[in-house]
């Protein structure tokens, strides 16, 4: 008692619903002089009429229908939305191209006037010697192949008074 298939009609072996049914069939007068508690119980068990059948398949078929509606729409936005996501990733590829695209005018403009503006300062030189100095200090383009610079402060300093000396005084070694 209480098991599953206790509400299940003969022979469904679990597979299904509950099918309502009544044991015994009455006719349409025994069914009439029932009092209507017994009546109602009976009918509640009665199988549906030809018309309510039919407007039970009816409504199922239309369910069903709306159901492959709303899937066809949901992929159709789907789709719309994959499309959405491409074209505004393609968007943003494209501004991040042309950010770049700045960054790099901007940086030639910038070491274009910077060799400009060394150009200028070595030809004011008062002397050759002092624009060949400054040349060699402060290159009008940057080597891109020596990063920074490789002499340590004594190296640096000795180079300083070398280039200092205008009369030659530190490099000339007369022996005499």
């Known amino acids: ?6 509400n299940e009609a003969p022979g469904s072996a679990g597979r299904g619903k509950f099918k309502h049914q ?6 349409a007068k025994e069914l009439s ?4 508690t017994q009546r109602s119980k009976y ?8 018309q309510a059948a039919e407007g039970i398949e009816n409504s199922k078929k239309r369910v069903l229908e709306q159901k492959k509606m709303d899937l066809m729409s949901s992929k159709k936005a789907a789709e719309v939305d994959v499309e959405k996501e491409k074209h505004s990733q393609l968007i943003g590829q494209l501004k991040a191209a042309e950010a770049r695209n700045r960054l790099r005018v901007m940086r030639l403009r910038y070491q274009n006037n910077r060799a400009q503006e060394v150009k200028h300062l070595i030809s004011c030189q008062p002397t ?3 624009a060949v100095r400054l040349q060699a200090m402060v290159p009008p383009v940057p080597d891109r192949y020596s990063p920074g610079d490789e002499l340590d402060k004594l190296q640096r300093t000795r180079v300083e008074t070398i280039l200092e000396d205008e009369r030659g005084l530190t490099i000339n070694r007369d022996i005499s």
């Open 22 to 27: 009544n044991r015994k069939k009455l006719t």
């Open 43 to 50: 009918l509640a068990y009665e199988g549906a009429t030809k």
């Open 128 to 130: 050759a010697i002092k």
């Open 1 to 6: 008692m209480g098991d599953k298939g206790d």
């Open 33 to 36: 002089q029932m009092n209507p």
